[in-house]
């Protein structure tokens, strides 16, 4: 993955794949100050480019720190990545983070701030999961009050609890974990948001302490559209039980069906796949 032909974009320029490399001290490294997006290229085009560019800027902001490139910048660097990659269909990962510096404790404020673009092929998120419905795992490790963490970043710090529960759930053969917050009501799974359907209508935790993503507001407003009611709410684990149909939402998971969480099943069903099916249509209009 690190030994491969292809170009990545780091403080300005672009280098060879092989080539993009950062010291073992590396602030981020050890106190995890860093921050991404995850985007999708689809025909050419960035999906909400300009959204993520500015995701990213956000995120450093609640990091304490400033990306050295505007969102114009980064825009334009996201496409000449693309183009010197020669792809048209990609995933896009674009970072932020407090370099190796004289700083070497908690605080690194005289620490460079590094910058990077990569990008690659990248298919179905969950696999198979995608048309056949995912099956989730519940998570132990809760979300954290917004108190403890600033939850709207998109920052490191905030998925070593989303690693930890995403690999307990693959050891278990899931795709992916659901997970509770601190309160104990639903929130969302490890790098995707979540959705339930009950008797035409549709139910999705309230982010009040997890990431409120991009796709999920895409398609809260394509649900509202078509004229389906979207309660924004909090969700009690024991209303589990009385869903029909439930979805992921994410830019790499897209709108990916759930078949099962826990012993809770779900059906595959009509407004799922054509929620999916429109998200794909909007996406390479
Ligand atoms: N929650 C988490 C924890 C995520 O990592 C992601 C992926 N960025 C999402 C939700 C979905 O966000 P988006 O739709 O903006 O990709």
């Given at each position: 993955y690190d030994d491969r032909d292809g170009k990545i974009w780091m403080d300005g320029q672009l280098i060879d794949w092989r080539d993009a490399k950062v010291h073992v001290l590396t602030h981020a490294l050890h106190y995890a100050s860093s921050v991404f997006e995850g985007e999708r290229c689809y025909s050419g085009k960035i999906f909400k480019d300009r959204e993520h560019a500015e995701r990213l800027h956000f995120s450093a902001g609640c990091l304490d720190f400033e990306i050295p490139y505007s969102v114009d910048e980064l825009i334009a660097a996201k496409a000449e990545t693309l183009k010197a990659n020669g792809l048209t269909d990609a995933y896009v990962r674009a970072f932020a983070w407090r370099g190796?510096?004289?700083?070497?404790?908690?605080?690194?404020?005289?620490n460079p701030v590094r910058t990077a673009i990569a990008v690659w092929s990248w298919g179905n998120y969950y696999g198979e999961a995608k048309t056949k419905g995912a099956k989730l795992d519940i998570a132990k490790w809760k979300r954290p009050s917004p108190e403890t963490i600033p939850h709207q970043a998109k920052a490191a710090g905030l998925y070593m609890i989303c690693t930890m529960s995403k690999h307990e759930a693959e050891a278990k053969g899931c795709s992916d974990a659901m997970m509770f917050d601190y309160r104990g009501y639903v929130a969302e799974a490890t790098g995707a948001n979540i959705f339930f359907v009950k008797d035409g209508e549709v139910h999705t935790p309230k982010p009040d302490c997890f990431l409120n993503g991009l796709t999920r507001q895409t398609v809260i407003g394509m649900l509202r559209e078509k004229g389906v009611t979207v309660h924004e709410r909090h969700i009690m684990p024991e209303e589990l039980e009385g869903f029909e149909q439930c979805w992921l939402t994410g830019t790499a998971a897209e709108v990916t069906p759930v078949g099962q969480i826990g012993d809770y099943n779900f059906e595959v069903g009509r407004l799922t796949l054509d929620i999916a099916s429109d998200y794909e249509k909007l996406v390479r209009a």
């Open positions: 190796a510096g004289p700083d070497m404790g908690v605080a690194s404020a005289r």
